[in-house]
């Protein structure tokens, strides 16, 4: 067994590559399912869209916690498969509104026990120290786009040409090959990390067993979910002093803790989330208001061949990240060996800069529709993305290998489930930035109007990311000193 690669790795792969085929195939239609299928408009559609992707990512942070003290690694990923699994049923039994929440929030529970679990698993493949490990973790990368590649391929076609209830069972069939896959793969993991404990489990709370108090509390969630998804504006609320809370909570944690190593590692996670959030709210765009410029204004077509909006949503960054995931791996891995790696707070900063190009192109891409009156070439949506994805696997995979890296022990699932934070409020961000750029349903034809609309929201994202990196590349220095001190080594 190769010291890099590890057998596990692969079976973690294929689990999160057919989880994330689901949560993609979800993710690329729904904005265009809420608005052309069920009549909603722009704004709601954006909103609801955003609060699926924030508590997608929100939850893991719950989730990682569960499995640290109660289920164990192994438990928790299959627990939220089934979950997963479940949700997509919801979604294609009907077309409804009513089912659209109750699928969307029995898969953002599923993904809560899964998401950070199944990334702490591919860690635990590693030993201490072993400098191969953020090699491993973007090939893990490319999994999770693999996954969205395939989803970017079907899914809007069977949508065509079936109904929506069909490209959903698709996606439950993806989640159940997920499943099986990692059930296989049990023997290859490094199970003496799991942590599941039957004790701890079966132990009474208030005189209830604390399994019943997991059951419940995940249906409780689930319930106030499917609220917070029927009242926009409840949730922008709700989302928004949520996260503070949870931003907070991580400093507390940090600033409490005796041990420098601990609280320097904590604090440097911290940092990191914070950028990450700023990436992921014009990153996710991609499945906002990204998927409604191509529709609108963009003539979708490549090589003769008329493609569907949810395509561009999905698939030319997940091509992107296949054809270039391994370079990069390679890349880490020889640098590594020759002590020459570039550190995380100088990839974050290159990831930042990569991401404000792409947001210039395609303000400078709508200004030219606006002004010319004449949709654009869909290349140049393909050049953006191109260019977005550079910045991604600079960021991304390299917070999953910090995470991994950084984070004390005790706290390992919960601070990998923060990282997700991010990703949580990066979405949510990004619906709500699509609200705010919300086209009259009246004018939804009218070319120039939408381009003008489209235009005021990148180039409002370009200068705010220039900021960002900015602000970053001032804050290298801290952020090394913060990794070096809590893992001598990481920040190289």
């Given at each position: 067994?190769?010291?890099?690669?590890p057998?596990?790795?692969?079976?973690?792969?294929?689990?999160?590559?057919?989880?994330?085929?689901?949560f993609?195939?979800?993710s690329a239609?729904l904005v265009l399912?809420?608005?052309?299928?069920?009549?909603l408009?722009?704004?709601?559609?954006a909103?609801a869209?955003?609060?699926y992707?924030?508590?997608?990512f929100?939850?893991?942070?719950l989730?990682?916690l569960v499995?640290?003290?109660?289920?164990?690694?192994?438990?928790?990923?299959?627990?939220?498969g089934?979950?997963?699994?479940?949700g997509?049923?919801?979604?294609a039994?009907?077309?409804?509104l009513?089912?659209?929440?109750?699928?969307?929030?029995?898969?953002a529970?599923?993904?809560?026990f899964?998401k950070s679990?199944?990334?702490?698993m591919?860690?635990?493949l590693y030993?201490?120290?072993?400098?191969?490990?953020?090699?491993?973790?973007t090939?893990?990368?490319?999994?999770?786009?693999?996954?969205?590649?395939?989803?970017?391929?079907?899914m809007?076609?069977?949508?065509?040409?079936?109904?929506w209830?069909?490209?959903?069972?698709?996606?439950?069939?993806?989640?159940?090959?997920?499943l099986?896959?990692f059930q296989v793969?049990?023997p290859?993991y490094?199970?003496d990390?799991d942590?599941?404990?039957?004790?701890r489990l079966?132990?009474?709370?208030?005189?209830?067993?604390?399994a019943v108090w997991?059951?419940?509390?995940t249906?409780?969630?689930?319930?106030v979910?499917v609220?917070l998804?029927?009242?926009?504006?409840?949730?922008?609320?709700a989302?928004s002093w949520l996260?503070?809370?949870?931003v907070?909570?991580?400093?507390?944690?940090?600033v409490?803790?005796t041990?420098r190593?601990?609280r320097d590692?904590?604090?440097?996670i911290?940092i990191?989330?914070?950028?990450a959030?700023c990436?992921?709210?014009?990153f996710?765009q991609?499945?906002?208001s990204?998927t409604l410029f191509?529709?609108?204004?963009i003539d979708k077509?490549?090589?003769?061949?008329?493609l569907?909006a949810?395509?561009?949503?999905?698939?030319p960054?997940s091509?992107a990240?296949i054809l270039?995931?391994?370079v990069?791996?390679?890349?880490?891995?020889r640098?590594?060996?020759?002590?020459?790696?570039?550190s995380?707070?100088?990839?974050?900063v290159i990831?930042?800069?990569?991401?404000g190009m792409?947001?210039?192109?395609l303000a400078?891409?709508?200004?030219?529709?606006a002004?010319g009156?004449?949709r654009?070439?869909?290349?140049?949506i393909?050049?953006?993305?191109?260019?977005l994805?550079l910045?991604?696997?600079?960021l991304?995979?390299?917070?999953?290998?910090?995470?991994s890296?950084?984070?004390?022990?005790?706290?390992a699932s919960f601070?990998m489930?923060?990282w997700f934070?991010?990703?949580?409020l990066?979405g949510?961000f990004?619906?709500?930035?699509t609200?705010l750029?919300?086209?009259d349903k009246?004018?939804?034809?009218?070319v120039?109007?939408?381009?003008?609309?489209?235009n005021?929201?990148?180039?409002?994202?370009?200068g705010?990311?220039a900021?960002v990196?900015?602000g970053?590349?001032?804050?290298?220095?801290?952020l090394?000193?913060l990794?070096a001190?809590?893992?001598?080594?990481a920040?190289r």
């Open positions: 067994m190769s010291s890099r690669y057998k596990g790795l692969f079976f973690l792969f294929a689990t999160e590559m057919w989880e994330r085929f689901s993609y195939g979800i239609v399912y809420l608005t052309t299928g069920l009549g408009p722009d704004r709601e559609a909103l869209s955003g609060a992707m924030a508590f997608t929100m939850t893991p942070i989730g990682g499995a640290d003290k109660v289920l164990g690694l192994r438990r928790s990923v299959l627990l939220g089934i979950l997963i699994l479940a997509n049923l919801i979604l039994w009907r077309e409804s009513a089912f659209v929440f109750a699928g969307l929030a029995m898969v529970l599923g993904t809560g899964l679990t199944v990334s702490v591919v860690g635990k030993p201490e120290g072993d400098p191969h490990r953020d090699s491993g973790y090939l893990f990368y490319m999994g999770i786009n693999l996954g969205a590649l395939l989803a970017g391929v079907v809007a076609w069977v949508a065509h040409e079936y109904g209830h069909s490209c959903f069972y698709l996606s439950s069939a993806g989640m159940l090959l997920g099986a896959a793969g049990y290859h490094n199970n990390a942590g599941f404990s039957r004790e079966l132990a009474r709370t208030g005189g209830v067993p604390n997991l059951a419940l509390g249906v409780a969630l689930g319930a979910m609220y998804f029927r009242n926009s504006a409840i949730t922008r609320t989302i996260s503070l809370a949870i907070a909570g991580i400093f507390a944690l940090a409490t803790r041990e190593a601990e590692s904590i604090l440097a911290l990191i989330i914070v950028v959030i990436f992921e709210s014009f996710k991609m499945y906002n990204l191509v529709d609108r204004d077509t490549l090589f003769g061949v008329h569907e949810s395509f561009f949503a999905l698939v960054n091509l990240v270039l995931a391994g990069f791996a390679w890349l880490w891995a640098l590594a060996d020759v002590g020459r790696n570039p995380i707070p100088v990839k974050i990831a930042v800069c990569f991401a792409s947001a210039g192109l400078w891409v709508a200004h030219g529709i002004a009156g004449a654009a070439s869909a290349w140049w393909m050049l953006a993305i191109g260019v994805t910045g991604e696997l600079n991304l995979p390299m917070g999953l290998s910090a995470v890296t950084l984070a004390p022990k005790r706290y601070l489930g923060s934070l991010g990703n949580s990066g949510y990004s619906g709500f930035l609200s750029a919300a086209v009246a004018k939804v034809g009218d120039v109007y939408t381009a003008t609309v489209y005021g929201l990148f180039l409002w994202c370009t705010a990311l900021v990196a900015v970053m590349l001032l804050t290298v220095p801290v090394k000193r990794m001190a809590a893992t001598p080594g920040a």
